[in-house]
């Protein structure tokens, strides 16, 4: 068994197999991701900035770019964004959290193991942390072209980014394979 | 969808191929047009970054610059070289670590897309100040997902087949 704060790794290629983890952080963490969820619904509601150029003004959602990229004709890209910043991270965080219900309860809810496999095909997909970064860089661009004004939305986005990061930081592949494993066994 | 070792394999090759080809036009055609007030001008994504560095915001010049010129580029020539390697036992660890860290920062690469898709929604204002996509916008998300996806299907273990 790991001693808190030990990790396992292989010492021939350097991956790191598997962390301390306990009940409670598992708790912690599906206290998190049901708090990202809140905020991914915030931050997609809420206008992330409002742009002012010669007294038009318009406030952007992130549905906005990914509109006026279709009408521009560019419906790969408007596709393409649509996916990585609103529909893959959406899907993400709920099998997540779905998954982490799950395990931290020790219920057997059906197609957990769907949501894992998801949580595996969609990890590399969840972009919100690049998606902020891009956003900030944007408000920057566009301050050469008219007046530009954060809105709430980027506070949303931002702290979206955070509890993500600090969410699939702590995710232990192998601890959920192991209480899933135990859970089938009892039944 | 489920392909043999051997299917993944020719279609891991077949991805980086495509991704170098099409690394050379995606930044040599402008991904952007910005017009502010009848001024028309065409950006590439190294004009993007050029004209950042020129209004002094190098912070992000860097990050972008880092993020969609660097990254990409990086992905392919390692990809490019655990494929050359494949089979053999040569720097095995080192490219093993070369992988993870490339599917780490390997997403960054998107920042373009995303800024793209926000000052784009300024193209619905009017003629004093609009933005608009050019076709380098394409090869360049088709860069990225040559590059996403052929890091996917290689397998880490392939690395330690010998």
């Known amino acids: ?187 | 969808m489920k392909f043999s070792d051997t299917q993944r394999l020719v279609l891991v090759k077949a991805l980086v191929l495509t991704g170098g080809i099409l690394y050379l036009p995606s930044n040599i055609i402008p991904v952007m047009t910005m017009t502010v007030s009848g001024d028309v001008q065409p950006l590439t994504v190294m004009g993007g970054v050029r004209e950042m560095l020129q209004s002094g915001l190098w912070p992000v010049a860097v990050i972008i610059f880092l993020a969609s010129i660097v990254v990409p580029f990086l992905k392919l020539t390692i990809m490019g070289g655990i494929l050359c390697l494949h089979g053999k036992s040569l720097w095995q660890r080192e490219r093993s670590i070369a992988r993870r860290m490339m599917i780490k920062i390997g997403s960054w690469a998107m920042i373009d897309i995303f800024l793209l898709s926000i000052i784009a929604a300024v193209g619905q204002l009017g003629i004093l100040a609009s933005v608009h996509a050019e076709p380098g916008s394409l090869f360049f998300s088709a860069v990225l997902l040559c590059n996403i996806f052929s890091y996917e299907l290689y397998k880490a273990e392939w690395i330690w087949k010998e």
């Open chain 1, 1 to 187: 068994m790991l001693q808190p704060g030990e990790e396992l790794i292989c010492s021939r290629c350097g991956k790191r197999l598997k962390k301390y983890c306990d009940m409670r952080s598992l708790q912690a963490l599906w206290a998190l991701i049901t708090a990202a969820l809140i905020f991914l619904l915030m931050a997609n509601m809420t206008p992330i900035m409002v742009f002012d150029v010669s007294g038009n003004t318009q406030s952007n959602h992130i549905i906005t770019g990914v509109m006026s990229l279709f009408y521009q004709g560019y419906w790969p890209l408007a596709f393409l964004v649509f996916c990585s910043a609103i529909a893959l991270p959406t899907i993400y965080f709920l099998a997540f959290w779905y998954l982490l219900g799950g395990c931290s309860l020790k219920k057997r809810w059906p197609g957990l193991l769907l949501a894992l496999s998801i949580v595996d095909i969609l990890s590399s997909w969840n972009l919100i942390p690049v998606f902020a970064v891009a956003t900030m860089a944007a408000v920057v661009k566009l301050d050469q072209l008219g007046s530009i004004e954060w809105k709430i939305g980027e506070l949303w986005i931002a702290v979206l980014a955070v509890t993500s990061l600090i969410a699939t930081h702590f995710f232990d592949r192998r601890m959920m394979v192991d209480v899933m494993e135990k859970l089938r066994r009892r039944q």
